[in-house]
């Protein structure tokens, strides 16, 4: 169900961000990446995305701000949050403006892979009721 799935991939570190893309894309995923939060916001606004990975903290546009708009431009997208800086509160935050998942860094490319997979599932299934 994932190929040919849209994924967004948002991330300031420039080598998270290449890695992420390249397994992404090897899994089949139709990959749009960039390291500016503002940039993101100008992508949502432009095109929908199923799955939207996200860094949680970076300048000037934060994870949260691209969480929610997402959430206003396509409530059937997924967002998924992944932070160097993980902490009770902000996986909260995270989830309550209606995050899929949270992921701290440094974290396993297989279970980004898993998680990216079920995000990309649960909106094809939305799609299709």
Do not use: W
């Amino acid at each position: 169900m994932q190929d040919n799935a849209k994924l967004l991939i948002v991330d300031d570190e420039r080598v998270a961000l290449k890695n992420l893309e390249h397994v992404m894309k090897k899994e089949g995923y139709e990959v749009t990446a960039t390291q500016s939060g503002q940039n993101a916001l100008k992508l949502l606004e432009g095109q929908q995305f199923d799955v939207v990975l996200t860094d949680l903290r970076m300048e000037k546009v934060d994870g949260l701000q691209i969480l929610q708009r997402s959430r206003e431009l396509h409530p059937d997208s997924e967002v998924i949050m992944i932070t160097g800086f993980a902490t009770l509160q902000s996986a909260v935050d995270a989830m309550k403006h209606g995050a899929f998942y949270y992921i701290a860094k440094p974290f396993k490319l297989d279970e980004v892979r898993k998680v990216v997979k079920e995000a990309s599932h649960k909106v094809a299934l939305k799609r299709e009721n």
